[in-house]
């Protein structure tokens, strides 16, 4: 679907079910470079399940009109005002990656807008290494193929596709490669940049689950710690042969984690 918020058209994947009506709101969020897309397969079921769901493009990024935002910050008043005016606060905001640091921002700032987090693959700081910012600063392809190889986990290399026929790998790497011109570049420098992580944690009030990959070498596991620390209700699940990209390489136990994070009982 589409809305237009703050004169500029946004676009958000529902499930396939409206967003009308009084269940509880699922707001997800995509990480660097991505778009709604990266949902697919935990979208549906939410909106199948109890819940309304909107997997946002960020401004910028796949249908939704630009410019992307330029610090987390930013994108983080962007997604509590565009929860808001969806009509579905106080939302469950899940992200991952960069979105992890987005919804964040957005129940730090605006606590009213978020019923609870569920963040994959974080960490307190994302620190970009100087030779992907510069290839995505060129726009060189390469940015998106390190990003893949690096991030997704050695099992999900040799296949395991969800869906039957589909390649993790060349998904993900197409994916980054249709990007528009320098959103990737803007949104690894505002990862690079952001470091007001553990703060906000500290200012979050709802429920929070994280879900982390323990083959993750782009947000190792040891580096959520400080961020663990400075929120108060916080919970961690994590997935045994899983990297960066959870949702796409283990979709249905992230699909579980998630579901037991909205309905507020341990993951098994």
């Not at 697919?40 to 199948?48: M, V």
């Not at 910028?60 to 008043?77: L, T």
């Not at 320098?182 to 690894?188: K, R, S, T, W």
């Amino acid at each position: 679907m589409e809305a237009l918020i703050d004169g500029r058209v946004v676009r958000c994947a529902t499930g396939g079910r409206s967003i009308d009506g009084d269940e509880p709101a699922v707001v997800l969020v995509h990480g660097a470079g991505g778009d709604r897309t990266v949902w697919q397969l935990q979208t549906r079921w939410i909106a199948h399940h109890g819940y309304r769901a909107a997997a946002v493009d960020l401004p910028g990024h796949g249908g939704s009109e630009g410019p992307a935002p330029a610090s987390v910050e930013e994108m983080g008043e962007w997604l509590a005002r565009t929860t808001e005016a969806l009509g579905l606060a106080p939302a469950h905001l899940v992200g991952h990656s960069m979105g992890t640091f987005v919804a964040l921002e957005a129940a730090a700032q605006r606590p009213e807008v978020a019923r609870s987090l569920v963040l994959l693959g974080t960490a307190a700081a994302m620190p970009v290494h100087p030779a992907l910012q510069s290839a995505a600063d060129a726009g060189d392809p390469l940015a998106g193929r390190l990003i893949t190889s690096w991030g997704i986990g050695s099992r999900a290399h040799t296949g395991g596709h969800a869906s039957p026929g589909m390649w993790l790998i060349g998904g993900n790497t197409s994916l980054l490669d249709r990007a528009r011109p320098g959103v990737l570049a803007n949104d690894l420098a505002a990862c690079d940049a952001y470091d007001g992580a553990e703060q906000a944690a500290a200012r979050v009030r709802c429920p929070v689950t994280l879900v982390l990959g323990r083959q993750d070498k782009m947000t190792p596991n040891k580096r959520a710690a400080p961020m663990i620390a400075a929120f108060g209700d916080v919970r961690s699940v994590y997935l045994d042969r899983v990297g960066h990209f959870l949702q796409i390489e283990s979709p249905i136990p992230v699909r579980e984690a998630i579901a037991a994070a909205l309905a507020g009982r341990p993951s098994e």
